[in-house]
């Protein structure tokens, strides 16, 4: 079905997989029409979500970590913040264990995860995805929700990378090696430090890094969700 994408807006290929698909969570997702494009960035409800994985191939590696939040206008609302292990179908290679700090006895604790699934995707209905390097989770949950419920994951999709990509192009500057780390573009908007690959910290500062981009804009019109969206 990816010719879709070239054919059918995201609308209406949400509503093409809701008369097809039978009951489940994505269905439930799909339910909730998606944010307008049209709309001011201020009028549209945002989730930051960040994932840790098993690895970084998004067709074989697994979700093992979810951390994800509201944004809604210029605030960040941490009263519902999340943080989810989701447990591996093995054992977690030590590759990546070096990476998350998340080790096999915690995994074995961790929710499955099509309950975890299930939580983002409530969370998700009716926002637009927020990530730094969105295009990660954005493969990752839609391969996982293919896995789980048979069907594919879609949404409009803000990636805080991308973004930044256009300040730089705005302001003709190159970009070098590790420009568009997280890290590194807090750095430029005077934003903490905060100890990397934790998916709910991770998540916030993506949030964060958001808020300050759209803040510090460079044209004096107010973005729509259409102009900040990478996926649409």
Not at 100 to 124: F, N, T
Request: with cysteine.
């Amino acid at each position: 079905m990816s010719f879709w994408k070239y054919l059918f807006n995201l609308e209406e290929r949400r509503n093409w997989w809701l008369r097809n698909m039978p009951e489940c969570p994505l269905r439930d997702y799909y339910e909730i029409p998606f944010p307008i494009l049209d709309a001011d960035w201020r009028q549209v409800d945002y989730l930051a979500v960040d994932f840790e994985t098993t690895g970084l191939d998004q067709e074989k590696d697994e979700i093992i970590s979810m951390g994800y939040t509201t944004v809604r206008g210029h605030t960040l609302y941490l009263g519902d913040a999340t943080h989810v292990l989701a447990k591996p179908s093995g054992a977690l290679p030590a590759s990546s264990v070096v990476v998350h700090g998340i080790m096999d006895d915690r995994a074995a604790k961790a929710q499955s995860l099509e309950e975890a699934l299930s939580d983002l995707l409530y969370s998700l209905a009716g926002k637009a995805m927020l990530a730094h390097h969105a295009a990660i989770e954005y493969h990752f949950l839609s391969n996982a929700c293919q896995r789980v419920y048979g069907y594919p994951f879609i949404g409009p999709v803000v990636d805080t990378l991308a973004l930044e990509v256009r300040v730089f192009r705005n302001t003709d500057r190159s970009i070098r090696s590790g420009d568009l780390r997280l890290g590194s573009a807090r750095d430029r908007y005077n934003l903490p430090r905060y100890p990397a690959h934790n998916a709910l910290t991770d998540a916030i500062a993506a949030a964060e890094l958001f808020l300050a981009q759209v803040a510090y804009r460079r044209s004096k019109k107010s973005p729509t969700l259409r102009d900040l969206t990478v996926i649409s």
